[in-house]
């Protein structure tokens, strides 16, 4: 079964990336907005995707592989163009939801991730890749 690593903010992340990248294992990464007490996220596209998202971790994630899951932060720091580090290299998102593979060029963003079928080809995709690259598994 996967490994999930929730990490809140740039900084968590790119910590969990060093402590990771010696290894050079399977990683995903999916980004989400800030959630409240509730467990209920400001962003309605990644409330929607959430279940779908989870179903797919479930039934498609290698097993030995590790699962960010990125909260960026609140509305308005998402908001703002100039200073996200998310919006810029290496991870360039333009939106969330947002599901990549760490060192892949496998990508999902909002409502793509609706779409079990393309949740399954990207997971697919990932194991494939990992097992061409140099990639190895993570546990």
């Known amino acids: 079964?996967?490994?999930?690593?929730?990490?809140?903010?740039?900084?968590?992340?790119?910590?969990?990336?060093?402590?990771?990248?010696?290894?050079?294992?399977?990683?995903?990464?999916?980004?989400?907005?800030?959630?409240?007490?509730?467990?209920?996220?400001?962003?309605?596209?990644?409330?929607?995707?959430?279940q779908t998202v989870d179903t797919a971790f479930r039934e498609n994630a290698h097993s030995d592989s590790l699962i960010y899951t990125v909260d960026v932060g609140n509305r308005d720091a998402w908001k703002d163009m100039t200073n996200n580090k998310f919006r810029q290299d290496p991870f360039k998102l333009t939106q969330i939801p947002s599901l990549l593979r760490w060192n892949g060029s496998e990508r999902l963003e909002g409502d793509q991730l609706l779409k079990p079928s393309l949740l399954e080809l990207f997971f697919t995709e990932a194991k494939l890749q990992s097992s061409i690259d140099t990639t190895v598994p993570c546990k």
Request: a negative charge; one cysteine or more.
């Open 1 to 50: 079964m996967p490994e999930y690593v929730p990490l809140k903010g740039y900084e968590q992340l790119m910590a969990a990336l060093k402590v990771h990248e010696q290894k050079n294992c399977l990683i995903y990464m999916y980004f989400f907005g800030e959630k409240d007490s509730k467990g209920q996220s400001w962003c309605p596209d990644c409330v929607a995707v959430e």
